[in-house]
């Protein structure tokens, strides 16, 4: 997504230095794919996917040698056609519960951003993936997810047991609001904050 030239917050700062309200402007002034709030979604995920970059890269090489991520097939993309096809084993993850999986799915879309399905079989440790035009192909893939595993084995990444409720009842409640109503919710929600700090609420009526 190009930078709108008027905005001196947007060209003089990295995408991890936008507030809120910077987004709002942001997807207010360029064209965008999909709903208000899919556009938002996409700014705010650019500075999650830059934060998960610099985490995956303080995962050190030796503490990844007990991390088996093994390739089980491996099918390169054709063109804009067929979509590239990797299938892997995660030995270790065997039986765990699918909040684990949806939680390593969600970080691994996050990264990588160009998948078209992703399954998993947690009975048998399985992930399946169809993705295009992924930079490095199937190892940089296979890294990511290495690295990903190990994060939250060790609780360096937040498995989050509440998201699958908590955002269904989100996008029924939000997922049809107007561009109008998008921004007048964020104006309370800048709003609200300055007037629980304001001074005056401490004194006596």
């Avoid at 002034?29 to 979604?41: A, D």
């Amino acid at each position: 997504m190009n930078t709108h030239s008027d905005s001196t917050a947007q060209t003089d700062h990295p995408r991890s230095y936008l507030t809120f309200q910077d987004i709002l402007e942001t997807v207010s002034h360029e064209p965008g794919q999909g709903r208000l709030l899919e556009q938002i979604e996409k700014v705010v995920r650019i500075q999650q996917r830059e934060r998960l970059y610099v985490i995956l890269s303080q995962v050190a090489e030796d503490q990844l040698l007990p991390v088996q991520v093994l390739l089980e097939r491996d099918l390169p993309q054709r063109g804009k056609r067929n979509s590239a096809y990797n299938r892997f084993v995660i030995p270790s993850w065997k039986k765990y519960d699918d909040i684990y999986w949806q939680s390593l799915i969600d970080y691994t879309i996050l990264a990588l951003l160009t998948f078209k399905e992703i399954h998993f079989c947690a009975n048998r440790g399985k992930l399946v993936l169809h993705y295009f035009d992924i930079p490095g192909g199937r190892p940089r893939v296979q890294d990511v997810i290495r690295r990903l595993v190990w994060l939250i084995d060790n609780d360096r990444l937040p498995v989050d047991f509440t998201r699958s409720r908590w955002m269904e009842s989100w996008h029924h409640t939000v997922a049809s609001m107007g561009r109008e109503e998008v921004f007048t919710a964020a104006g309370i929600l800048e709003i609200v904050p300055k007037l629980l700090l304001s001074p005056d609420l401490d004194s006596p009526g």
